[in-house]
């Protein structure tokens, strides 16, 4: 019987959580799939409206109605964290239900009609496809977080977070020339497709050897997870509470919002900006985006991690966000040149590098914090509260530029990220790790004697 599931196994794709090259193709595959929607709906539609004469406020508005599910991502963590069929592994039943749900509302997306003239409709189609990409992105952090070990992470995260890039500038430059020269709903329809092709891939790799591909397929739950699994919301809140509440946890869920803030006000300022005040057209942005996230993306991969490794992860975040303070204010003072294409070009490039090695170098902080046992709640509360500054910082545009000239639009980006820089700043992980490592010790010696009193009552 032993000889027969040895050879069972032996049959099998290697898992992720014993092989780095799947751990690392895996994720960065499914940050691929994140990309694809973001890059159209954040990037390539606001340009389109743009194009066709839409205020600041309307694409504003819409680019922070479909932030808003990122935000939510805190409602679904505990649900993963607490359920999940285990025999196909912690979180990969999770990533296969979100990954479908976000194949179904892009496909529903696409059957918009007249999006220009029924915006209402356009932004509730847009939120569902951000509520299933921001579901998927839960599960797939949560399991990064269980299967990547930590002398990894950071070069999990230049991996992913350059893939995600990668994604979004090939569905917005592909997606942008398919709403141009065929419509809406044919671009929207040929990017789902390769959102369901991507489905593939954790339909055919699983989290640790001997877990089901499939429910009806051969396989059992593993005793790693069983270890780690949480039985109870009280459990997990309450986990939650201890770790969440340390000084540097709450430090660094500042410094998320502060930094996205700018993020988001970023995003909805560049496609209003470029068409209405430096005269491109929605095509020509849309290629430059495209090249420069490339780019950023993939120094994200080869130089991201790899830096953050060498030299420590705050070290090289505090940098970062020096320079990318330094450029934003230099951008605000050169507007006399705005009307060129190679400023504003250069800006971007600058801009979209720091703003790949700084979400880097924060996702891995973040993963650092994090304690296993509520790891996917732990992780989505930064990333949520990361993805609220993202949301207000987009629905700041209408009301900043109705009230003062783009040089201090700009110059409230450099803000942002002035106040993020001083809560990292002040950020103390050597303590954290050892309240954890505390915080884990008492817990464990609480399972111990519960299991005991358990044993002896039976």
Known sequence: MSQTKSLQKNKEWPALSEHPFFRYFSFAILY????????????????WMAMHGKSPGEIGAFIGIIGLPWSFKILVAP????????????RRPWVLIGQLGLMISFILMSMVHDPHNHLSLLMVAGFFVSFFGAFQDVATDGMAIDIVPVPEQARANGVMWGAKTI??????????WILNH?????????????VCLIMLVPLSLRERPGEKILPWTAGQTTPAVLKIQLNSFSKIFKSLLKVFMLPSSLLMSLAFFSFNAGVGLIDALFPVFTIQVAGWTNEGYSHIFSIVNIVSGLLGMLAGGFLSDKFGK?????????????IITGMAALKAY?????????????????????????FAIGMELCWCRVSATQFTLYMAISNMGRAVGASLLGPLKARMGWEFVILAVAAFAFTSLYFIFRLRMNKHLERINGIETEQASKDFQLTNLVGSNL
Not at 167 to 176: A, D, K, M, Y
């Open 314 to 326: 705050r070290k090289m975040l505090n940098i970062y966000l020096f320079l990318l303070i330094g």
């Open 182 to 194: 065929y419509g809406f709903h044919e671009s929207i329809l040929v990017l789902s497709f390769a």
């Open 167 to 176: 994604g979004i500038s090939l569905s917005l430059v592909t997606g942008t």
């Open 79 to 90: 649900l993963m964290d607490r359920f999940s069929y285990l025999p196909m592994g912690r």
């Open 32 to 47: 691929v799939a994140q990309g694809i929607p973001e890059g159209m709906t954040f990037f390539g539609i606001p340009a």
């Open 338 to 362: 705005w009307h060129s294409e190679i400023i504003i070009t250069g800006f971007m490039a600058l801009y979209y590098v720091l703003y790949v090695f700084i979400s880097i170098g924060c």
